[in-house]
């Protein structure tokens, strides 16, 4: 790909979002807040890679990921305050907007992606799970960890098909991470249960 007159292989970029989204996981696992700005920083290197390719739903869903990003960001530190009491705020309205804006730009991308072929199919199943996968973890629920696997084996098809292979072995590692998360996730809510 050729960005402002630099020639950048597509390789970099898939490793430097890579790396990324492994950091980011880790700190997903604790639930810091740190996940989001290098889950953000993932995203331009991905972004990149899949407009060079011509993959649209996966560009697009960069951009969507990045709204979740700052609204995820912003909305556990509005859950924080209010759990030590400082604040109340609207949750309906915080998940709805950001919600309904990242399914505009879903439709978007689907409407400017060609369906006769088949693959795009693989991509829309993906990006759908994908979405759904990151409403789930802007609200901390420990059901959205199994998604994320579910979007991992369907992207582990997509990238071997399309030969990104660092994403297609990271695919692998990210859901050996989710079940990990899973489990982290699941024993935080089994507590918070018992101390209710």
């Known amino acids: 790909m050729t960005l402002f007159g630099l020639s ?51 560009a697009g869903l960069q951009v969507t990921y990045l709204l979740f990003g700052l609204h995820g960001l912003y909305l556990w530190h509005l859950e924080t305050r209010r759990a030590r009491g400082e604040i109340r705020f609207n949750e ?6 950001t919600w309904a804006a990242s399914l505009l ?13 088949v693959w795009n199919w693989v991509q829309f199943a993906a990006v759908t799970l994908a979405l759904v996968a990151n409403f789930g973890t802007t609200r901390r629920w420990a059901w959205s960890w199994p998604v994320w696997i579910l979007v991992n084996a369907v992207q582990a098809v997509y990238f071997w098909h399309t030969q990104y292979w660092v994403l297609f072995g990271l695919q ?25």
């Open 105 to 117: 730009i879903f439709a978007y991308t689907v409407a400017v992606t060609d369906f006769s072929a």
């Open 92 to 97: 309906p309205a915080w998940y709805g907007v």
């Open 172 to 196: 692998f590692v990210l859901a050996a991470m989710s079940v990990y998360g899973w489990r982290q996730w699941r024993r935080d809510e089994a507590r918070a249960v018992a101390f209710a």
């Open 8 to 58: 950048i292989p597509t390789l970099a970029l898939d490793l430097a979002g890579g790396l990324c989204v492994l950091v980011s996981l880790y700190h997903l696992w604790s639930k810091r807040s740190t996940y989001w700005h290098w889950s953000n920083a993932s995203l331009l290197p991905y972004f990149l890679l899949f407009l060079a390719g011509g993959q649209w739903m996966f």
